[in-house]
């Protein structure tokens, strides 16, 4: 009753930039934390960029000062703005919520925690 759907991907060159959408769909009254992992070929899934309920980010080391996360609530949505890309940025980038109230087709609330959208491709050339 509850997904992330993800759009923004695609095949970019070195120093480039790309704007990272995800959007909740389903009957939301409220999402907590708000975050974007990557997972590259041969690599673990890892934290890039995460905002909290109340605005507060948090960044990957390796993305400071070029990725920018925010929130629209009102649009139940997160955004990644990934400028000055690097080959290395190159991996399946996937949206996540820790935790998410909503409401059921019964019309009672209902919660759901650790979300996942289906992943998008960012491919950086060199």
């Known amino acids: 009753q509850v997904q992330l759907v993800e759009s923004g991907g695609g095949l970019v060159p070195a120093g480039g930039s790309l704007r990272l959408s995800c959007a909740a769909s389903?009957?939301?009254?409220?999402?907590?934390?708000m975050a974007w992992y990557r997972q590259a070929p041969g690599n673990q899934r890892e934290l890039v960029a995460s905002v909290t309920a109340g605005g507060n980010t948090n960044y990957a080391d390796s993305v400071k000062g070029r990725f920018t996360i925010s929130r629209d609530n009102a649009k139940k949505s997160v955004y990644l703005q990934m400028n000055s890309l690097k080959p290395d940025d190159t991996a399946v980038y996937y949206c996540h919520v820790d935790w998410i109230l909503f409401r059921t087709q019964r019309m009672t609330p209902d919660q759901v925690y650790d979300v996942w959208g289906q992943g998008t491709q960012v491919t950086v050339s060199s």
């Open positions: 389903g009957s939301i009254l409220n999402i907590n934390t």
